[in-house]
C-alpha cells in the first residue's frame, strides 16, 4: 500500500500536451514536496498556464500522467475527486473576481459551493479569510470595479484559501502590480506559506519575486522541466532561456548579493 502521506503532493511523469500540430509538452516529469515554493519559469507560450490547468485538472494532457496528494487525478469516485479539488486553491490570471458579486460574496461561493455551512458562519468565515490577506470584515461590501489591483489580488487570494488548501497554486500573482503592491504581495504569501504550511507552485516573470520566495525554480524550455533546483543552482545554468532570463539588468541587480563574482552595476 502506497503512503500518500510520504509521496510528492505533486508528480507530473512523462507529460504531453498537443494543440493541433503544436507540442506545447513532450515527456515532461516533475515531482514537488510538501512545503516548497516552487516558481514556474519559462519564456511566453512555453505551456506554464496550461500545465497549471492540467494540475488541476481542467485539461488533460494527450499522455502521461498527474498524481495530487499521492493520487492519480482522476482516480476514486466523483465523491473522492471533488473533495481532492478543495484540497488545492487556485489564483488565475484571467477571471479573478465575479465582477456582479461583493467580495464578500466572491469569498463566500466558494464556501457555499462545496460545503454546507450556516449564513452566521459562512459571514464569520469570510471576515477571517479577509483578515489573513490584511483586508478589513468592512471591506466585504464592496464591488471589484471599486477595488484596486492589488486589492483585487488580495480578495482573490483570500477566496482561494476559502477552503484552506495544502497546495495554492498562482498564475503571474504579481503581475501588473507596481513594486511596491508586488512587495507586499510577495510578503503575503511568505506569511501565509509559513503560518499555514502551504504548498505553493506560482508562475512569474518577476525576478523580485522569484528571488523572494522560491526554494526551488522549475524551467520549463524544450517543451519539459530542464531544470528543477534551488536559485544558486539555478543561475549556474548554461542555457539560452537561463541567460536571458537572468541575465538583464534586472537580474543582475536582484541577484547581485548571490553571486560574489558579478560587479554591481
Ligand atoms: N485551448 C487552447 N487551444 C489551442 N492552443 C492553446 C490552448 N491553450 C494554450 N494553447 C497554446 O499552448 C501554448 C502554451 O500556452 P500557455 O500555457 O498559455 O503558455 P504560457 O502560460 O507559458 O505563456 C501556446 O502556444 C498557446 O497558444
Ligand atoms: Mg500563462
Known sequence: MMNAAAAPILALRRIVTRFGDNVVHDGLNLCVERGEVVSLVGGSGTGKTTLLRHIIGLTRPAAGEVELFGEPLFSGSLAAQRARRRRFGVLFQQGALFSAFTVGENIAFALRETRRVRDTEVQDLVALKLHMVGLTPEQAHLMPAELSGGMIKRVALARALALEPELLLLDEPTAGLDPARSAEFVALIQQLHRALGLTVILVTHDL??????????????????????????????????????????????????????????
Not at 214 to 229: C, P, T
Not at 256 to 265: D, F, G, I, V
Open 208 to 265: 523580485d519575486t522569484l528571488a523572494a520566495l522560491s526554494s526551488k525554480i522549475a524551467v520549463l524550455a524544450e517543451r519539459k522541466v530542464i531544470s528543477y533546483a534551488g536559485l544558486q543552482e539555478t543561475l549556474q545554468l548554461d542555457h539560452p532561456f537561463i541567460h536571458h532570463f537572468f541575465g538583464g539588468e534586472a537580474g543582475r541587480r536582484a541577484f547581485a548579493h548571490l553571486n560574489p563574482e558579478t560587479e554591481p552595476a
